[in-house]
Each structure stands twice: as C-alpha cells, then as structure tokens.
C-alpha cells in the first residue's frame, strides 16, 4: 500500500471502522516501512480505543508513536502523538495527554498542525469544558484547512465547533456548524459522521426547548448506527435525557441499561453512563441506586479532571440523599462547596443546585443558613429569562419562594402564573399526549403553591382557579396525531397481526419469544414516532371561574374539586353563583378508602359478603367530608386529583339517589358540557371475542333499539369498528379490555382481528359523541407526572368525546346485562349519562350483587 492510500485509510476510518482496523492490521503493520506500519497500529489503536479497550489500544498507539520517530518523518510523528495524547485524555490520565498534545502543536504546522489543534480542542471543549481555549484550537484550524481540500478534518472542525458555540450560547452559529458538518458527511459518505451530525442536531433542538424534533434527529442517528451495529454513548445519554424532560423514566433507564451491557466502556463513557444512570434513577425514585451510581461517576470523574460533569454527579448524589431524607445541614454543607464551584464553570445545573440549596437551608432555621436561602433564591430567579421554558419556568419558581419568604402573596401568585406560562409554551410544542402529560417540569410545584397562597387568603374563587391551574393540562388540548400518516396506520395493523398470533401460540404452548420481540419492536417503531408529533401551538386556558358558575347554574349542577397540599385534601364547591373551600382530611387516608371501596366491589361481584354501605361511608367521609353540605338535590360532579380519579363516586351515600359524574378538570367538563355528536341518530354496538357473557346485554339492547348498528362475531373487526365509531352519537363496546400499565396508549379493546389500540382511536376524524364500554376494569387510568392522566378514558375524553361509562373494578356479567339495559332505558328517553347511571342504579338496588354492579361503573365526561 503507498503512503497516500495509507493515510487516506487513517481519515476515512470512521466511515467503516471494522474493515479499516482488518485492512491495517493486514496490510500495514507488517510493512516494513515504520512510517506505514505506525499508520496501520494508530488505526487499530483508534478502533481499539473506541471499542472501549483502553489498555491493549493504548499499547497499539505508543507502538504507532516509536514507529513514527523511527520514520524520521515529523508529521507523522506529530500525528500519532496527538492521536496518543487524546486517547490518553480519555483514559483519565490528563497530565500526560495533554501534554503529548501541547507537543504535537509545537512541532509542526501547516494542515497536519489544523489536525493537531482539532484533537486538542475536543479535549479542552468536550472533555475539560474549557471552551474558550477550545474555540480557540478552532478558530487557527479552520484558517489552516482553508483551501487546503481536507474535507474529512474540515467536518470534524465544523462539528467541534458546533458544539462549542451551544455551551458558549451561540445557538444560531451551532446550527449552521451542525448542519454543514452534515453535508459534508453526507458528501464524503461518511455515515456515522452523518448520524453524529444528526445527533448534534437533536442536542441543539433540546436545548431551545424543542422535544419533538430532538426525538426526531436522534431516532434518525440511531438507525444509521444501528444498521451499522455501533453503539454511541453520547447519543445514549442525549436520548436519555430527551425522555427524562418528557417525565419517561422508564424509556431513559431502557435506553442506558442496554448501552451499560451492549460492550466494553472506555472510563470516559463508564462515568458518562453512571451519571445519566444516577439522573434516571433519580427520576423513577430509586434514591439509593441513584446516590451510588452519582458517588461512583463522581469519583470517575475526578480522577479524569472532569470538573464541570463532577459537579453534576455531585448535585445528583445530594439530591437523591435529600429524596432519601438525610439530614438538611450536612446536605447544605456539601451545597456550599457545590453552588461556586458551578458558578466559575458555568455549569448548566447551577439553577438546580441553587434552588436545592435553598430548599434545604430554609429547614436548617439559623440566621446564616436564612442568609443562604435569599441569596441562592434571588440568584436561582435571574434564570426565569432563559432561553428554555423549562429553565425559566425554574427561575420563576425561585423567584415565588423568594416572594413567599418575604410575605409578599401577591408577587407569588404573579411569579406562580408566569412560570406555568412558560411551561405552557413547552407544552405546546409537543403534539405527543404522552409527552405533554409526562413533561411537567415544575408545574405542580408552581400550582400547588399558588394554591397554597390562595387558601392563606381565604379566597375560594382564587383557590379553585389555582386547583385547575396545572390540572389535566396534557388532556386540555385535544392530542395532535398523524391521523393521515399511512406508514403509522401499516404499523398499527402489523402490530394486530402480530399480537394476534402471538395470542394463538400462547393458547397452543407453542414458544412465544420471538413474536414478543417482534411485537415489542412495532410497538417502539409506532411510538417513536408519535413522540416526534409537533404540537400546535395551542395552550390550555386557564379555567374563568364565573364561566364555569354560569354552566353549572344552567344545568343546576355542582361541582366538587379535589385539591392536595402538603399532603392534605381540601374540597371546592363549585356552584348557585358561589365556590366554597372546605379542608377535607389527610391525602393518604383517602387513598386508602379508595382501595378499600374497590376491594369491596370486587368481593361483592363474587357473590362474597361485603359491606358496600360501609365501604361507601367510609369513601364519603374521607374524600368529601362536609363538602356537600347545602347542596340540595342538585346534580353532582367531581373532580378528584390525578390519584383519586378512579373513585365509584356511586357508592356514597350522598351521591347514590342524585346524578353523579366525575371529571379530571373543570375545564374539560365545560368542554365536554359544549360537545355536540356529529351524527345525533347513529348508535353502534360492538361485541368482542371471548367475553364470559358473550355481550349479552348488546342483543337485550339493541332489541329495544332496532335502529342501532351491531357488529359481532367476525363483522367486529377493527376497521369496521373505527368506521362505526367515527362521528356515531353513542356507541357501546362489549370487548375485553387489557389497561398496559407500562404504556397506557397501547391499552386496548379485544375484537374479531386483534387489540383496538388507544393509538388507533386517536387516528379518528371524529371521536363517538358518548362511549359506554361494558367490560371489565375498562375504565383504569393512569397516573402520569403531575396532575396528568392516560388510559383509554382519558383520550377518548381528550379527543372531544362528551362521556364516557367505563368500570373500575371486576363485574358480574349477568348484572352487568341487567345494568346495561337500564342504563340505555334511560338514555333512549332523553337523559344523560349521570342519569342514566342513576337509573341503573336504582335498577339494581336490593339485590348486593347487582348494587356492586352498578356502583362498579362510572361517568366520565357527561
């Protein structure tokens, strides 16, 4: 091989890495020519070093270096030993990588001195945070490369470039660097400079703020490197990141977890990955995972002179110990060592560690620790004029708990609704309803103390706005979908068929591993691409409490709100031209009446004994207290917190002879109130497979309504049903319903050809007016981040549909025909669904299992 086509090999050898490194060792380290043999052991050493083999690629690079003094040739010298010193850089060992890089610099000129400058300036930016001297190397390369036709190290100027103009603020100039580095990738067919570029992108488009189009750019990075079967830590920990800002934790922790075992880890990468597995840990609440993987990337860090990431896994560790409950002083004391040290970096996380540190000052109580907590607060609130949403939603924060430990309530308030406007903004550049319910940022903190503020004032109007303020906001906006998109829709079907089979291997014993890996695959494939939905612009608007009296007058109506703060539950009476604030009791003790009330339906659908009466009591006194006092006969609805959404309102006393339906805002409830079917004389009923009744109350209903349309047996197919369900007025779904806990948008509906998925209701034009699903648990929502809720329910209601009667726990399927079959009596002669469910109710009183029954299915909507 000449010399030309050797080091054209050494520039190209990112473009296919493996057949480089066979190439080398093949061809030239056996040369005899020391200058092509230190060229042939610095591309294996490369190749080494960046499969995480650190020592044996070291080896092949101090090989490469004494072959190159051995060629007499200085530039080669040169190059080999600022490959050697990078390398060394990454290894943690930055005394001695450094200073192989300050000689290289010094010992030659021209382009091989641009080359040079290029690989220290990745240590200085990338590795040491050292920008300025970084932008620097830069700057002096790129005149060198100037006309000099090095396209291959031109790209990896632009690129380091970029990436140095985001972390010094220069957003408009990054982009141009990324993207340019793209072309010319693309150019020179360089493909994982190409997935790079993609990746950097992506980095750029999170840190303005803009979800969709990171998961975009790195979902595109990771199919280019994952045809190539490379795994890229950086891409990992962006990725990672990216879905912790969308509150999915447990897609973060998927994604690192895989990286961790997916191959041997450089030291730099190692620390890297334990820090993102320290944040996500974090995330989910797994504070003694996250305070070891934190100490561990801290102590890795140190030993790599990483400052700037070292201060990140220290602010972590404190964290998760303050999660964990550690005591508040010696907490700070690590904060105070923290706080400058990240302000002389500049280190993104200062806000955080600022806000942290005055947190746990305020519960230290001395005059200094109070001199803490205003100073961080007031310099945690300059960051409410960043750039992102989040970041200045974090400074308003900051700036309310300054306000509220200076009594000022009303600059609270003010700070409280600007800091959930720029949250509001965040969210509506996300067209994904999983995203907008998991990305809450700081919302709920911001609510709940504005709400806090509004009870201190005694203001029942204000502490009612302040309740809806961050309430099911993910539900407000209707969900932006790819309704048109054909490949989603293709995806969605091979993902029936699939689920399909895999349901007939199960019932055959047949092995049932390789159809869950391919169903798992669609699954990711269909929700990734949702996640990348742009949102529209809308934002939620904030609930006009006279709006709201003026709707509940018109249909003599009151609402009862339920609000928590600081583990308390208050009731907000809503109705007759006024609001009334009541405090209730405390959270954890409604939540176990809750459980309790379901436990008890679930023994009385058996035929066991149970105390509903009991049950129900115990329901009212823990969640409403005296909140319905004065209310007359008025029809009721309430709106429970996201934890307190699945409550049978039926079974209380109070509520089991009136009207009842519930609601997870009062915004959504005004909405619903307005909606109007597109079609008002279209009923559909559908009959699943495999149910214990067979659908029985469907034929008992549509016996008394012949104008109903009925698919059953193999007409319930799954088109069939989305096109009966489009715009029908009422339709009713006997099918058994599987609630996935894990992704709540892939819970389904049972029918003749496979799942009816959440996603396929969502590629609705017009949503079903009113919904009644009969089966089993079909009512099961999810709490997701603060205040938010996913499940089939809840989308159906966030896509405009009216009502939804669903059930919460197990049923019987003779009462449940029985209930059907009042139910629709009474829709038939012009009532709504509180009424109709009344009617069952009454239907069913007398015999316990039919009372169960009835008690077991709510309204949502109305």
Known sequence: MERDEAEELLRNLFSDPRAARARAAKVLVPSPDPALASIGHQVVGIVLRDLGDTDAALAELRTALWLAYRS?????????????????????????????????????????????????????????????????????ARRLFAGAGDQVWEARALNLQGLVDA??????????????????????????????????????????????????????????????????VDLVIDQAVAYLAGGLAGDALAVVEAALVARPLQPREQADLLVAVAEVALAAGDWDRAVSAAEDGSAMLRGQSRDVHRLEADLLSITARDRAGAPAASLLRRVERVVPAMREAGA???????????????????????GLASAWLAEAATFRRAATGSVRALGWLAEARAREAAGDSGGVLRACELGLRALDEHHATLGSQELRAGAAGHGAALAELGTRI??????????????????????????????????????????????????????????????????????????????????????????????????LADDDTVMVELTEVDGVLHALTAGRGRVRHRVVGEADAAAKAVDFALFTLRQAARGRRAQLDVAGARLERSLLGAALDGVGESRIVVSGTAALQGVPWGLLPSLAHRPVTSTPSARLWLRARSARPADDDRRVMLVGPGLGSGGAEVPAVAAEDPGAEVLDGDAATVAAA?????????????AHGHFREDSPLFSSLTLADGPLLVHDLQRLERPPHRVVLSACESGVMQPVGDQELLGLAAALLSMGTAGVVS???????????????????????GGGLGDAMLAAREAAAGDPVLAATAASFTVLGT
């Open 348 to 370: 993104p996380q200062l806000p955080q560690a600022l806000l942290l540190g005055a947190s746990l000052a305020s519960r230290v109580r001395s005059s200094r620790a109070d």
């Open 807 to 829: 059930s919460l726990a197990e049923v019987d399927d003779a009462a449940t025909v029985d209930v059907m079959v009042a139910l629709h009596a009474r829709l038939r002669q």
């Open 722 to 734: 989305l096109a009966a369900l489009d715009g029908a007025s009422l339709a009713h779904v006997a």
């Open 167 to 232: 972390k010094t603020g220069d957003l408009a100039s990054a982009a141009r660097a990324f993207a340019r580095y793209g072309e010319i990738s693309a150019a020179l067919h360089n493909p994982i400079d190409v997935a790079v570029s993609e990746l950097n992108i992506g980095w750029l488009a999170s840190v303005g703020g803009d979800l969709p189009e990171a998961l975009e750019r790195y979902a595109a990075a990771a199919a280019i490197l994952d045809e190539m079967g490379v795994t890229m």
């Open 454 to 551: 509004a009870i201190e004032r005694r203001d029942a109007r204000q502490v009612l706005r302040w309740s809806e303020r961050w309430r099911a906001t993910a539900l407000s906006t209707p969900a932006r979908t790819a309704r048109h998109d054909p490949q989603t829709a293709a995806d969605l079907a091979a993902l029936r068929a699939q689920r399909r089979r895999l349901d007939e291997a199960r019932a055959d014993g047949s092995p049932t591993g390789p159809l869950e890996a391919r169903a798992t695959r669609l699954e990711q494939t269909v929700r990734r691409r949702l996640l990348q939905e742009r949102g529209s612009g809308e934002t939620a608007a904030s609930l006009d409490v006279r709006v709201l009296l003026d709707g």
């Open 72 to 140: 007499g040739d200085a530039d080669r010298s040169a190059d080999a030993m600022a490959t050697l010193g990078g390398s060394l850089c990454l290894a943690g060992r930055m005394r001695e990588g450094l200073r192989h890089l300050d000689d290289a610099v010094t010992a030659v000129e021209g382009v091989p001195l641009a080359r040079v400058l290029v690989r220290r300036a990745h240590v200085l930016g990338q590795v040491l945070a050292r920008f300025e001297e970084s932008a620097e190397d830069l700057r002096q």
